[in-house]
């Protein structure tokens, strides 16, 4: 069955190291997105990306980093991680073929910045 | 611009009463609007959506949500609600207008189904 994965599901790391969080699917989307949950603020949007070589900015992108090269993957990078980038982080991706088409989720990998 | 508002972080309701878990939207054009729902430690799960035409969208788990144009809502609703619909719900909306952008989600609404 097709899905899509992330890894780590959990992640300790220190202020100013640089992360990378994974995310995999094997639906054959264009469309993939990275949110941010936090307890007040439901979903944000960070960065989304409609194919490969393709990258866009969401709402809360500062500190934050994406790149496709292929279908399958868009890793999500924090350049110098920040306390307030403590959160848990969700992958998705959609079918480009209709707007109205749903996204699907990853699991979520939760991120904390000592 | 498109937002969506869950007015109400937390819901809770008595096994076997009716449950309803309110959304309101705002969007130039006419909307797409998506419910989702995400258990404790796991990703957010599609239930339903309005695209077009009949007013009550039937989704799973017994869910159902009426799309009202002129009050800009699309209310999530069960007729008898179960312990094990306890979970974070999540309403989304998407412009017609605003081509393959990302869906906008409200913050969400905590429903307690008590035994």
């Known amino acids: 069955d097709a899905e899509i994965t992330q890894s780590p599901r959990h992640k300790i790391t220190e202020t100013g190291r640089q992360v990378t969080l994974a995310c995999h699917q094997t639906?054959?989307?264009?469309?993939m997105f990275w949110y941010r949950q936090d307890l007040g603020h439901g979903l944000r949007l960070i960065h989304y990306?409609?194919?490969?070589?393709?990258?866009n900015k969401g709402e809360v992108s500062d500190g934050y980093s994406v790149s496709r090269s292929n279908t399958e993957d868009l890793p999500l990078t924090l350049e110098s991680a920040a306390s307030s980038q403590t959160s848990v982080y969700f992958c998705?991706?959609?079918?480009?073929?209709?707007?109205?088409?749903?996204?699907?989720f990853g699991p979520g990998t939760r991120l904390t910045v000592l | 611009a498109q937002s969506v508002a869950q007015p109400e972080d937390q819901v809770n309701v008595a096994e076997g009463n009716p449950l309803t878990v309110k959304c309101t939207y705002s969007?130039?054009?006419?909307?797409?609007l998506f419910w989702y729902v995400q258990y404790p430690n796991r990703g957010l799960q599609f239930l339903l959506k309005?695209?077009?035409?009949?007013?009550l969208v039937k989704g799973s788990y017994g869910f159902e949500a009426e799309f009202n144009k002129s009050q800009t809502s699309f209310h999530l609703k069960k007729p008898s609600a179960l312990v094990s619909d306890s979970a974070l719900y999540f309403c989304?909306?998407?412009?017609?207008?605003?081509?393959?952008?990302?869906?906008?989600f409200g913050k969400g609404t905590r429903l307690s189904v008590i035994a």
């Open positions: 998705a991706s959609s079918d480009t073929r209709g707007i109205e088409n749903e996204q699907f």
């Open positions: 639906w054959n989307h264009n469309n």
């Open positions: 989304a909306v998407r412009d017609m207008n605003s081509g393959n952008t990302p869906l906008v």
């Open positions: 990306s409609y194919g490969v070589h393709d990258t």
């Open positions: 309005y695209i077009t035409g009949d007013n």
């Open positions: 969007v130039s054009g006419n909307p797409y």
